[in-house]
């Protein structure tokens, strides 16, 4: 996160910071950005850019959550309207998300993080695989978002025991949505579009197995001969 001295700034140096952020990170992976490259388009020294940020890292996940929805708050929501069902919410919150990162202004940095996404930069922007926080502050806050998950999740449905099991079905699922996405990347048609009904397929597919198994039983093998 930035730093206080960031976000006492003017709402117009914080703009031009952003723009430069968003110019670096649409054109290059995060392991290629130039933190001479941001600090020389938003016109600010060195020294101050680390005033207001740890690295380029820093800047680049809070330039991922300043674009985007409150992931968490929106995966919730989709539970609540699916009246528990996990699946079904996850159908809805992947379906919500797939037309802002594949069509929307941002698509070429969604597509630089996703194409070189590591397991470290997934936790950072995955509901509910974010790492621990190290203060005990967050970590309590950290705990509650979890609670949350598990309280809304109707576990009827679905062949958990307990919440931990709950919470490997969950790392599953979200690993399933953002494989999807950087599948959907890699595919992109010959004038650099990206078909989304197909991305959407894909990922209904996947869910399916996920949702019924891959395996047929020794009737679905009869029926097929």
């Not at 699946?87 to 919500?96: G, P, Q, R, V």
């Not at 069509?103 to 621990?132: A, Q, W």
Request: hydrophobic letters at 35%; a positive charge; aromatic letters at 14%.
């Amino acid at each position: 996160m930035p730093t206080e001295t960031f976000f006492n700034l003017s709402t117009e140096k914080k703009d031009r910071i952003l723009r430069a952020a968003r110019k670096e990170f649409s054109s290059v992976s995060l392991k290629e950005a130039s933190i001479s490259n941001i600090i020389r388009e938003a016109d600010i020294p060195r020294g101050s850019f680390y005033q207001y940020f740890e690295g380029k890292e820093d800047l680049y996940f809070y330039y991922f959550h300043s674009i985007g929805r409150d992931s968490y708050r929106v995966l919730i929501e989709a539970i609540k309207k699916a009246d528990g069902d996990l699946f079904t919410a996850f159908e809805h919150y992947f379906s919500s998300m797939i037309i802002e990162i594949f069509k929307g202004e941002n698509v070429r940095f969604y597509k630089n993080l996703f194409m070189s996404m590591d397991y470290h930069g997934l936790r950072k922007v995955t509901p509910l695989l974010e790492e621990t926080p190290k203060s005990q502050k967050n970590q309590c806050h950290h705990k509650k978002k979890h609670q949350k998950i598990f309280e809304v999740v109707d576990k009827s449905l679905l062949k958990v025991n307990n919440n931990h099991e709950l919470d490997l079905l969950l790392q599953m699922m979200m690993h399933t949505v953002f494989s999807t996405i950087a599948d959907g990347y890699r595919q992109r048609n010959e004038d650099e579009t990206y078909d989304v009904e197909a991305i959407q397929q894909n990922f209904s597919r996947k869910f399916n197995w996920l949702k019924n198994g891959a395996k047929k039983n020794f009737n679905e093998k009869g029926n097929g001969r």
